[in-house]
């Protein structure tokens, strides 16, 4: 140190002036970038972390969905007497006349095949029943030797069984592709006769596991159950991946939480590790996003600010030793200022600058002084506004915490009290008010919606002594089209108050969905009222903004802020249209485009 002191002392002062000044500024150039892209390696750790957490949340919501579609399919069945009934007939050898066969098909296995046909996300609920000589009942009922063909056998027959062909009849492949199936195995028991048929209840890989069949190369993911078994998606099954999930399940093996994500190295790969048990189907799912890539680009980003800095270092060296050989007049006193900032006092002033240029750059430190006071105050305002912001918006969502919470007590005592109505009508309440607090940016899904008004009708059917009806009829393509929130629920609201709360009687809503090429239609029809021609030309006058749509009955307003939106989301080609005839229905037709395609 002492060297380098007595060979700095040696050189000249214009060379000691470039010096200095490359050491001021060295310092920020160098620690900046190394704080900015640790920010942002961080930002982009938090947020890959934040929507592997969104992700597996959705994904273990479906598979509970799921789930209970399962199960209620099987309790349909085995509650289902008509069947119970005919089962018991065959385990002991009765015989069944011809007219009681078309019978029994007629009723009770149409009324179990619609059922399943209702229930979209199932892919098929069949009854296997150990009689050689029973005639087969499709597509409910079988005889049980089919069940080797589809790989249902074996000690442990019952329960969940994954990741399996549909080999029930021999075309079936050249439908279904390489699709697989899951199903869960259930024996149907008679007092003293044992078991009289077993029930399986099928639905698709891809259904059950949306998040397994959504992978890409950056993200995948699979499933294992605990005797060892893992399913991914077509092309994941390599070796590398199965060996990283078994590293993955022996990290986790301890861990009590249901859910854990983390980072994780893997040679030269950053990964983000999302493990998600499901107890529900015994096992665990594994969701993997591999962003080395994006870690690259930062580290690419870093090595040129790096050079740039490096380039821009070398000029400002140059210009720095050229100019400090006609700044001397005043560098002392500038330097002195510069030293006292550094410790922190902002209220230097640097006075008699002159006119010079080092006079300049007094007066510029000054200027440069007097923001840096100004941008250290808005910072701090700044500061203070996004805590307070914070604040209120913790207490917002605690507030909805508590009606939420509140919510469900008051569910509990109903069900305590075993009314059941007023805990359907409080759940139905709760999912509604979940659904409207929840703020969001985006469109939402035409499920979703379908949900919400389901949910509206449940307690609307509360304040009548009719019944309103929700029909459905709408394609899975659609289902998954976005819409602007709350487009759906007040068409609805409107059939009701002005279309059917005055006939006051039992009435359907029916809601239909169209493909039209790259668009689509979706209708809310009620048997209502119905309007004059003249009526539907003054509510078109309104919707469409040339008629004032006021606070009143009738007003239209609910359907002008629909339109308006729409119009707003997808351009001025969309939007609502209405038909009706006096005394029979009202049809509203919302016009939206096809934005989610099929996979």
Same mark, same amino acid.
Request: hydrophobic share 40%; aromatic share 10%.
């Given at each position: 140190?002492?060297?380098?002191?007595?060979?700095?002392? $040696?050189?000249?002062?214009?060379?000691?002036?470039?010096?200095?000044?490359?050491?001021?500024?060295?310092?920020?150039?160098?620690?900046?970038?190394?704080?900015?892209?640790?920010?942002?390696?961080?930002?982009?750790?938090?947020?890959?972390? @934040?929507?592997?957490?969104?992700?597996?949340?959705?994904?273990?919501?479906?598979?509970?969905?799921?789930?209970?579609?399962?199960?209620?399919?099987?309790?349909?069945?085995?509650?289902?007497?008509? +069947?119970?009934?005919?089962?018991?007939?065959?385990? /002991?050898?009765?015989?069944?006349?011809?007219?009681?066969?078309?019978?029994?098909?007629?009723?009770?296995?149409?009324?179990?095949?619609?059922?399943?046909? @209702?229930?979209?996300?199932?892919?098929?609920?069949?009854?296997?029943?150990?009689?050689?000589?029973?005639?087969?009942?499709?597509?409910?009922?079988?005889?049980?030797?089919?069940?080797? %063909?589809?790989?249902?056998? $074996?000690?442990? !027959?019952? %329960?969940?069984?994954?990741?399996?062909?549909?080999?029930?009849?021999?075309?079936?492949?050249?439908?279904?592709?390489?699709?697989?199936? !899951?199903?869960?195995?259930?024996?149907?028991?008679?007092?003293?006769?044992?078991?009289?048929?077993?029930?399986?209840?099928?639905?698709?890989?891809?259904?059950?596991?949306?998040?397994?069949?959504?992978?890409?190369?950056? #993200?995948?993911?699979?499933?294992?159950?605990?005797?060892?078994?893992?399913?991914?998606?077509?092309?994941?099954?390599?070796?590398? @991946?199965?060996?990283?999930?078994?590293?993955?399940?022996?990290?986790?093996?301890?861990?009590?939480?249901?859910?854990?994500?983390?980072?994780?190295?893997?040679?030269?790969?950053? !990964?983000?590790? $999302?493990?998600?048990?499901?107890?529900?189907?015994?096992?665990?799912?594994?969701?993997?996003?591999?962003?080395?890539?994006?870690?690259?680009?930062?580290?690419?980003?870093?090595?040129?600010?790096?050079?740039?800095?490096?380039?821009?270092?070398?000029? +400002?060296?140059?210009?720095?030793?050229?100019?400090?050989?006609?700044?001397?007049?005043?560098?002392?006193?500038?330097?002195?200022?510069?030293?006292?900032?550094?410790?922190?006092?902002?209220?230097?002033?640097?006075?008699?600058?002159?006119?010079?240029?080092?006079?300049?750059?007094?007066?510029?430190?000054?200027?440069?002084?007097?923001?840096? /006071?100004?941008?250290?105050?808005?910072?701090?305002?700044? #500061?203070?506004?996004?805590?307070?912001?914070?604040?209120?918006?913790?207490?917002?969502?605690?507030?909805?915490?508590?009606?939420?919470?509140? +919510?469900?007590?008051?569910?509990?005592?109903?069900?305590?009290?075993?009314?059941?109505?007023?805990?359907?009508?409080?759940?139905?309440?709760?999912? !509604?008010?979940?659904?409207?607090?929840?703020?969001?940016?985006?469109?939402?899904?035409?499920?979703?919606?379908?949900?919400?008004?389901?949910?509206?009708?449940?307690?609307?059917? +509360?304040?009548?002594?009719? #019944?309103?009806?929700?029909?459905?009829?709408?394609?899975?393509?659609?289902?998954?089209?976005?819409?602007?929130?709350?487009?759906?629920?007040?068409?609805?609201? @409107?059939?009701?108050?002005?279309?059917?709360?005055?006939?006051?009687?039992?009435?359907?809503?029916?809601?239909?969905?169209?493909?039209?090429?790259?668009?689509?239609?979706?209708?809310?029809?009620?048997?209502?009222?119905?309007?004059?021609?003249?009526?539907?030309?003054?509510?078109?006058?309104?919707?469409?903004?040339?008629?004032?749509?006021?606070?009143?009955?009738?007003?239209?307003?609910?359907?002008?802020?629909?339109?308006?939106?729409?119009?707003?989301?997808?351009?001025?080609?969309?939007?609502?249209?209405?038909?009706?005839?006096?005394?029979?229905?009202?049809?509203?037709?919302?016009?939206?485009?096809?934005?989610?395609?099929?996979?």
């Amino acid at each position: 140190m002492k060297k380098i002191k007595e060979r700095f002392e $040696g050189y000249r002062l214009n060379t000691k002036i470039t010096i200095i000044c490359l050491l001021f500024i060295l310092i920020p150039m160098t620690g900046l970038p190394i704080w900015l892209f640790r920010v942002m390696e961080d930002s982009l750790v938090n947020e890959k972390i @934040n929507a592997m957490e969104y992700r597996l949340s959705k994904n273990y919501d479906q598979i509970v969905t799921n789930i209970d579609a399962i199960n209620m399919s099987t309790q349909f069945f085995l509650s289902d007497q008509g +069947l119970r009934d005919f089962l018991i007939s065959i385990k /002991k050898g009765e015989n069944y006349t011809t007219e009681e066969l078309l019978a029994f098909y007629s009723n009770d296995i149409a009324s179990l095949e619609r059922m399943v046909n @209702n229930n979209t996300s199932l892919y098929q609920v069949r009854v296997y029943v150990d009689d050689e000589d029973m005639q087969e009942m499709l597509p409910i009922l079988y005889r049980r030797e089919r069940m080797a %063909g589809q790989e249902l056998t $074996g000690e442990a !027959l019952y %329960g969940w069984r994954f990741n399996y062909d549909d080999k029930l009849f021999s075309n079936y492949k050249q439908y279904l592709g390489d699709k697989k199936i !899951l199903s869960l195995i259930t024996p149907i028991e008679a007092y003293g006769l044992g078991e009289i048929g077993i029930i399986e209840a099928a639905m698709s890989m891809d259904v059950m596991f949306p998040m397994l069949y959504d992978s890409t190369e950056e #993200e995948w993911s699979c499933f294992t159950q605990e005797n060892g078994a893992v399913y991914f998606a077509d092309g994941l099954d390599t070796e590398e @991946n199965q060996r990283f999930m078994a590293q993955i399940l022996q990290e986790n093996a301890e861990t009590s939480e249901d859910i854990s994500v983390y980072v994780k190295k893997d040679g030269k790969r950053r !990964l983000i590790v $999302g493990y998600q048990k499901v107890e529900e189907l015994g096992g665990v799912f594994i969701g993997v996003d591999d962003f080395s890539e994006e870690m690259r680009q930062i580290y690419r980003q870093r090595s040129v600010y790096i050079l740039a800095g490096l380039l821009l270092m070398a000029l +400002l060296a140059l210009a720095v030793n050229g100019a400090a050989k006609r700044l001397l007049g005043q560098f002392y006193v500038i330097l002195h200022s510069i030293r006292e900032v550094q410790k922190g006092d902002l209220d230097v002033v640097i006075e008699n600058c002159g006119t010079d240029e080092m006079g300049e750059l007094g007066s510029q430190i000054n200027k440069m002084l007097v923001s840096i /006071k100004q941008l250290t105050a808005d910072n701090l305002n700044h #500061e203070l506004l996004m805590k307070n912001t914070q604040i209120r918006a913790l207490q917002n969502q605690i507030n909805a915490h508590f009606i939420y919470n509140v +919510l469900e007590s008051i569910k509990m005592m109903a069900e305590i009290e075993e009314k059941y109505d007023i805990s359907d009508a409080i759940t139905a309440l709760g999912r !509604l008010l979940r659904y409207s607090m929840r703020w969001t940016k985006d469109n939402v899904t035409i499920e979703e919606e379908l949900d919400y008004v389901r949910n509206y009708l449940k307690l609307v059917n +509360l304040r009548f002594d009719y #019944e309103i009806y929700l029909s459905e009829n709408i394609p899975e393509i659609i289902l998954k089209q976005k819409i602007p929130k709350m487009s759906l629920q007040p068409v609805v609201e @409107n059939a009701i108050y002005h279309g059917i709360e005055q006939m006051a009687e039992d009435t359907n809503i029916y809601i239909k969905g169209i493909v039209m090429g790259s668009d689509c239609m979706i209708e809310i029809t009620d048997a209502g009222r119905g309007m004059s021609e003249e009526e539907v030309m003054e509510l078109y006058r309104k919707i469409n903004g040339e008629l004032e749509a006021s606070g009143g009955t009738g007003n239209g307003i609910g359907l002008k802020n629909v339109q308006d939106r729409m119009k707003i989301s997808f351009g001025e080609k969309y939007g609502i249209k209405i038909a009706s005839k006096l005394g029979c229905y009202t049809k509203v037709m919302l016009f939206i485009p096809m934005t989610e395609k099929e996979t």
